[in-house]
């Protein structure tokens, strides 16, 4: 559980800046993580993003070995991957980040509605952390 908890803050901080007297842009809270007993090595983790109305996280990269499914349950979310067109997906749509992608818009298309996506990760089982913004 505390491994849990830590994850939760350590993404959560990775996500966005703390600020006073305002609700975080972006949340995010694990609500899955084990090991693949059938992938040595591997593990699948699931956490669910939440983006406040207008809300948007810094340009980041993930784990290296981390491949990505993200699936949008509510709202809409612009994202960019690499060098890729800036899509927005809405609830129901999905895409992937291969190992090693570059997410340099991560954010909810609407400045009046909130947004929520489910990110499920396949990663190596030691990696940490899932989320590396980028250095200025």
Request: net charge negative; proline share 10%; no cysteine.
């Amino acid at each position: 559980m505390l491994r849990k908890t830590l994850l939760a803050a350590g993404l959560t901080a990775l996500l966005h800046p703390a600020l006073a007297d305002e609700a975080p842009p972006v949340t995010a809270q694990p609500v899955f993580n084990q090991v693949i007993p059938n992938i040595p090595g591997k593990r699948l983790v699931s956490v669910l993003v939440a983006y406040a109305p207008g809300g948007k996280s810094p340009a980041h990269r993930h784990a290296g070995s981390a491949f990505i499914f993200a699936y949008v349950l509510s709202g809409a979310i612009r994202s960019q991957v690499d060098d890729g067109p800036v899509t927005v997906y809405r609830a129901g749509e999905s895409w992937f980040e291969a190992p090693g992608a570059h997410h340099r818009v991560s954010e909810n298309a609407s400045e009046s509605e909130p947004a929520s996506l489910l990110a499920v990760f396949v990663v190596d089982s030691g990696e940490t952390p899932l989320t590396i913004p980028d250095q200025h």
